[in-house]
């Protein structure tokens, strides 16, 4: 119903109240079977537990709780095969990871690069954080889509074995959605496998 009483929210920790199951579908990242779930300003854990009654026993459902209030998970975690994982030193750290990922192999991104191209007048309208750079797109395995303008990052992927295909998204700093954001995968080949103990 989305009631105002709903985000009547302890602004230290902006997420709405549990008076009703809440998040956008970007508050969740899928690895196989098991979703890492963001507690966020677009999510509070009751749809979090909502998520996984509907899920029922072919899905877990990870909370990820206290470590990025902004918005969704895909500037925070990427999940770029089995096994590796790309994550923001700005929000996680070894410890704060979500233990299902302690499992695999993490690389941290560096810091975004040509964040200056933006002028102020852009920026006052932007959503986005600096981050939403390090948002990325995996196609396959061994082939992952980033931001044309972080060198590092993409100098990082290829040196852990991925292809990258640079992409030039003009506004996703302004729009606050990056590869991943505006992508939509119709069609799987494999199977749904369980990549977690």
Known sequence: MLLDSLFEADLNRPTPLNDEPAFDAANVLRFGRDL?????ATGNELGGHWLQAILGDKFRVHFLKDVYYGSHID??????RPGLALCNPG???DETIPAILKQWKIIYSPPMENTDRYDGDYLSKSIG????????FSINPNLVVVDH????????????????VPLRLRHSKLLGGGPHCVTLDIRRRGTLDRYFD
């Open 149 to 164: 303008n972080q060198k590092s990052l993409i100098k990082l992927l290829e040196t852990n074995g991925l292809d990258v």
């Open 129 to 136: 954080s600096d981050w939403i750079d390090m948002n990325a």
């Open 75 to 80: 500037s925070t975690i990427v999940a770029l």
């Open 36 to 40: 890492i779930y963001l507690v966020s």
């Open 91 to 93: 929000r996680l750290s």
